[in-house]
């Protein structure tokens, strides 16, 4: 991590010369509030709300049914695929928007448990995502396979996790969604395939974040969710990646109609469509679909290297402004081992994040001492970052989090 | 079927002494139109758009992540269940909103087949649905179970597939999207479980068009759609219902965090949620719920009863003015084996539709010869009916379905 100027003034520099400053006008952010839980629903695209209007009055209220070819609904779920596609290193016809990410884990799961018979376990993390944790119990008990799950998503750990032969698939988190600690997708991919294992990769925390490099890194299946740092907006479907090279042979369960090969035959057998399209199953929500496209269309033409270099600085700007208060630093701080969020951790945590929110700064708190600051590069400034810092600073030294209605919980997602 | 004076005069006496007249109002309809594919696609809610700008941009745009609390997010998936519930004769507390149809129904059958150990077939009708065979499909296959189909949803049909003592599951659609036949669902039922099986009933056809009794007719569990009669939108996420009985024993495998009995406790070990919650998943699109909860809301205060009078009255009226243009009937005559759709057969039924669209009015087609037209009572007018039924009288009549241009395949959904 390279040591930088944590000063305003230094911050006003960075600003004015950002390349991506420009992107913050794409937002309608509210007045007055520094946005860092963009990891967990990212801000509303301007374009969202008149495109949603158009699907809702236009395409639904006056074309109706017609909509469905005339408005490209029936291909929504390759056409947002298609624009995802770039962002996680894939080609346009391997990723596909639908379902939820719970939904796409059980099918990636259990269509890289079919592709490795002979094999009946699947590798986890203890410290995944709850959800990804309860979807491979969820398939692994339906399938007849059994689990295994590393204390940490290190090399030495997964590899020994490996080594029995045994392993079907690991599933893991590409950005640790508390720790905020990024893997080594490359690494990790070799390793399981050395060991005979398919990777399925959750993208949640670094799609849209930081460049994702599926195929470079030879991924078998993703999947990821399109309402953090996609900025698809609240529960937005989510997407799956399935490699090329898998495609012909790669069956999953959930055998919906708009898997099928040819939909509108109405055959009484269902048969798998060509490409990453068997992994849909049925309709899906185009009023929140259109949204998500308002969000995906943000990117278009954005470096997502200079979005990264971005990234990066202010997570090190708000590491180096809130050192002083002395909250522990759960993140690592190498940028090759960091994604985009910072995570401090402090058993009175939820009371500073509340008595934070006060101040006008959003971020957020997860059991039972963690501290999460995300950082989406879109639309944050560098002077917003240090004021946040700024303030979690003046929140701590100043024992304001003591108020005893910062500690009263609120349920929290 | 009683007999009426299928005269405009009669309509608009009919239209006059209507008390549903008024609910047309809620309604945005194009100009000029007669709609009559309300059963594949409702239309729009006046309150839509509104609802969903609202949720875009106050809820979004300015509470961002708070939402998720303040506006009740993480419940709406019960509390739109508990607005479905009245009209499928439910508990409130025995019907949640989320995923596809096609997700749901491999939800409850698995859900099904593990309540009935030591079965192992599930029961369905060769010609439902395409998505309700290929899902049994795919649910059959991952549990080592075994499909057997009857050709026809007849008592004497269901009962010989029963009679052997090894199925599981039955699973039906209450109205048969083709021919509009409406099942007995108290009858069938029952049958399924004097012979020990569960029932699966897909309600897309048949919610909101008329009253369905599910636990007056102890039903087990149910699946719907909610872009057809219940105006959701496209696409718009589908519902589950799960009888209180069997919510203490059901497991469903797609077991995410939102099915969770503690979701926010962050546990390493998935334990299903007490009541229906437990056939949640993951997150739902927001902004389609928006739009969802605006056409649930018409149905307030409606009486179910005088609607499926008038929707049985639209089709009698539809049967009688379309029977000189010598299509074939396809749909029971008999109210009580009739949904809210009539069906007619042509061997150039798609050129008729398409003929009768130039017209204005909008029905639609199903593979090999078969003409849909459905009836909903909440915005559809007798003279719209009257209308639309010598439309297609004189389409037929004049031949002018004969122009090429009609016959020309688009894609339609």
């Known amino acids: 991590m390279a040591s930088i100027p944590a000063t305003r003034a230094?911050?006003?520099?960075?600003?004015?010369?950002?390349?991506?400053?420009?992107?913050?006008?794409?937002?309608?952010?509210?007045?007055?509030?520094?946005?860092?839980?963009?990891?967990?629903?990212?801000?509303?695209?301007?374009?969202?709300?008149?495109?949603?209007?158009?699907?809702?009055?236009?395409?639904?209220?006056?074309?109706?049914?017609?909509?469905w070819n005339d408005a490209g609904w029936w291909d929504k779920p390759r056409a947002l695929g298609a624009k995802i596609a770039p962002l996680v290193g894939a080609w346009p016809d391997e990723v596909v928007v639908g379902d939820g990410t719970s939904v796409n884990l059980f099918k990636t799961l259990v269509a890289a448990l079919r592709?490795?018979?002979?094999?009946?376990?699947?590798?986890?993390?203890?410290?995944?995502?709850?959800?990804?944790?309860?979807?491979?119990?969820?398939?692994?008990?339906l399938c007849g396979a059994r689990e295994r799950r590393v204390d940490r998503a290190d090399a030495a750990a997964i590899r020994a996790a490996l080594e029995p032969g045994d392993a079907a698939v690991l599933l893991l988190s590409h950005v640790d969604y508390r720790t905020g600690e990024l893997r080594d997708m490359a690494g990790i991919t070799r390793l399981a395939h050395e060991h005979g294992a398919l990777v399925v990769w959750d993208l949640c925390h670094s799609v849209g974040a930081l460049p994702v490099e599926l195929n470079a890194c030879g991924v078998d299946f993703a999947v990821g969710c399109t309402y953090k740092y996609l900025n698809g907006g609240p529960g937005a479907p989510?997407?799956?990646?399935?490699?090329?090279?898998?495609?012909?042979?790669?069956?999953?369960?959930?055998?919906?109609?708009?898997?099928?090969?040819?939909?509108?035959?109405?055959t009484a057998e269902y048969a798998p469509a060509e490409g990453v399209s068997r992994f849909l199953s049925g309709s899906q929500p185009l009023v929140a679909d259109a949204a998500l496209e308002a969000g995906l269309d943000v990117f278009a033409g954005v470096d997502m290297a200079l979005l990264r270099a971005k990234s990066l600085e202010l997570g090190d700007l708000f590491i180096a402004v809130t050192e002083r208060a002395g909250l522990g630093l759960l993140t690592p701080r190498e940028h090759e081992r960091r994604g985009s969020q910072v995570a401090l951790r402090h058993p009175d945590g939820y009371a500073m994040v509340r008595a934070l929110a006060a101040r006008g700064v959003v971020g957020d708190f997860r059991d039972p001492d963690v501290l999460r600051f995300g950082f989406t590069p879109l639309y944050l400034?560098?002077?917003?970052?240090?004021?946040?810092?700024?303030?979690?600073?003046?929140?701590?030294?100043?024992?304001?989090?003591?108020?005893?209605?910062?500690?009263?919980?609120?349920?929290?997602?």
């Open 10 to 67: 230094w911050c006003e520099q960075r600003d004015a010369a950002d390349p991506l400053a420009g992107l913050r006008a794409e937002f309608t952010l509210p007045e007055g509030i520094v946005y860092l839980d963009g990891n967990s629903l990212g801000a509303l695209p301007k374009a969202a709300p008149g495109r949603v209007a158009d699907l809702v009055e236009r395409q639904w209220g006056h074309h109706l049914i017609a909509s």
């Open 238 to 266: 989510a997407f799956t990646f399935a490699a090329e090279r898998h495609h012909a042979a790669a069956r999953q369960p959930l055998t919906g109609w708009h898997g099928h090969a040819r939909p509108f035959d109405f």
């Open 115 to 141: 592709l490795n018979p002979g094999r009946d376990v699947v590798v986890g993390e203890a410290g995944n995502f709850p959800t990804d944790l309860y979807m491979t119990q969820g398939a692994a008990e």
């Open 381 to 413: 400034r560098y002077v917003d970052v240090f004021d946040a810092a700024s303030a979690l600073v003046a929140v701590v030294e100043s024992g304001e989090w003591r108020d005893p209605a910062f500690a009263e919980r609120a349920q929290v997602t």
